[in-house]
């Protein structure tokens, strides 16, 4: 057969023109299978002898002369047929032999068992129900290259299995994780994508416009600023499960756009999301029907709870050899990113280098479940946690990590108006950018000054803990329509 595209779609619409000339049904608007492939066999014993009705996708045939083995898939599986041109017809034969791998067919027939034990349908009637003008990659052997299986995510879920478990999988760690919310008491919400002002981070926006109000707006980086606006007004335990955006790099574990769990527990501290997030990983990875134990890059990872704690300033100590209490300053910090190999700038604030330090020596050893607390006031993504209760220049915030990989941020909450003013002003100048009151959102300080109760807060990324979950190569492997470069494709 030619490998040209444009000859396949001629030699299959050559087909079924062949195939409507035998004058029997075909594409109907509507068909209604009775069971799936999985069902097929898990009810055998009660099924057997029985007519069933089922349909799929074409992946498969063994043509035996007068008989044929064909295989299909369906959501479930895949499922085996059997038909024998002396039992369905000449019409109904010669039907069978137009059809293509990657044809959606439906069938009727009779369950039962092969001399190899196999789960099968005896076709007694068969229908086309929508041809595939192209064929599968490789006759289903498998869509390996990684470029074609995230631009056309159809085709890899058409030809990996692994590819489909990993849709079911994340499906199910997602609603595994609302439950475990909706049963303690947390309403789900949903708050703005599109801002006029964005907040809760400190990332490049991406930036669009409203032509109705003659308006520039952003797409939100997170959802924080927003939830704990419902906390204010006494909703006290809510979360959202959205998309956020951030026009920032790209790597293994980075997206621009990804979808993030944040939530917020009045009455809580940081010490109650530690214990929440525990909870809520393994929970989830009990629906997945993963267990507690989970491997993860050749790692066998431990999610059973209490994960490790251990403070910032600890963990520098330990992994980069880095005691705060010694090396502290700007200049220092900076000689000591140089000589360890760090990529440092002469303009990077104290905690940017911290950030900097942090990212190549420690975060990469944190391998089994470690929560890392009491960050400085100055590190990045501390603005908004409230003040430690023991080092002035420390905050209640924690960041929780596996695999080498930050999953989780969590905070005890500001909620001191004025404290929170003189944070953003402050990130403001440090991040070289301007403190017109225009850019900032005061409508979020004059929510906390009608008063928050003390709040912990949350932010989980779900693609990642996918990543951890399914052990999955690269973030992308759990996002089903990836952003990717625009490529120009060649007109067939």
């Known amino acids: 057969m030619s490998s040209q595209p444009s000859d396949w779609r001629q030699q299959r619409r050559g087909k079924l023109s062949e195939l409507a000339g035998l004058g029997l049904p075909y594409h109907p608007t509507t068909f209604a299978p009775t069971h799936s492939g999985t069902e097929l066999v898990s009810a055998f014993d009660r099924l057997e002898g029985a007519t069933v009705t089922v349909a799929g996708r074409l992946v498969a045939v063994n043509h035996m002369g007068k008989a044929a083995f064909l295989r299909i898939q369906d959501g479930s599986g895949r499922l ?43 076709v007694r009637q068969m229908v086309l129900l929508q041809k595939s003008y192209l064929p599968p990659p490789e ?72 032509q109705a109000f003659d308006m520039d707006v952003y797409l939100r980086i997170a959802d924080e600023l927003y939830l704990k606006r419902l906390i204010v007004g006494g909703l006290e335990r ?28 009045a009455y809580a501290d940081y010490s109650d999301m530690m214990r929440a997030l525990e909870e809520m990983v393994v929970f989830a990875a009990g629906e997945m029907g993963l267990g507690d134990t989970v491997k993860f890059d050749e790692q066998e990872i431990h999610l059973a709870a209490p994960w490790a704690r251990i403070p910032f300033r600890d963990a520098m100590v330990e992994h980069a050899g880095l005691d705060l209490e010694v090396v502290n300053d700007r200049d220092s910090l900076q000689r000591f990113g140089r000589e360890r190999g760090v990529v440092v700038a002469a303009e990077m604030s104290r905690g940017a280098l911290l950030d900097q330090i942090w990212s190549a020596l420690v975060e990469p050893k944190l391998i089994q479940p470690t929560i890392v607390k009491d960050y400085p006031i100055d590190f990045p993504g501390s603005t908004f946690a409230r003040g430690s209760k023991t080092r002035e220049d420390e905050v209640e915030r924690f ?55 003390p709040t912990g807060g949350l932010g989980l990324g779900l693609d990642r803990l996918a990543m951890v979950l399914t052990n999955a190569d690269h973030i992308r492997e759990t996002i089903l329509f990836p952003l990717l470069k625009r490529k120009e494709e060649p007109v067939a």
């Open 238 to 265: 809510v979360y959202e499960i959205g998309k956020d955006f951030r026009n920032e790099g790209f790597s293994r574990k980075h997206s621009q756009e990804f979808t993030q769990l944040e939530l917020y527990q």
């Open 399 to 453: 960041e929780a990590f596996i695999g080498g990989i930050e999953l989780a941020n969590a905070f005890t909450e500001m909620n001191d108006p004025y404290e929170q003013e003189a944070r953003l002003d402050f990130l403001a100048q440090t991040a070289g950018v301007t403190t017109d009151p225009e850019e900032r959102d005061d409508d979020f300080i004059r929510a906390l000054e009608f008063g928050m109760p």
């Open 80 to 122: 085996q047929l059997y038909i024998k041109r002396d039992e369905v017809g000449e019409a109904m034969w010669a039907y069978y032999r137009l059809l293509d791998l990657g044809d959606l067919i439906g069938a009727t027939g009779r369950v039962f068992k092969t001399k190899t034990e196999e789960v099968t349908v005896e």
């Open 139 to 210: 006759k289903f052997h498998g869509l390996s290259d990684v470029e074609t299986r995230y631009r056309q995510r159809y085709v890899d879920l058409i030809a990996n299995e692994d590819s489909r478990r990993m849709a079911r999988l994340r499906s199910r760690m997602t609603g595994a994780i609302r439950r475990y919310l909706d049963e303690r008491g947390f309403l789900e919400v949903e708050t703005p994508i599109l801002q006029p002002i964005y907040g809760g981070g400190a990332a490049e926006p991406f930036r669009t416009r409203v």
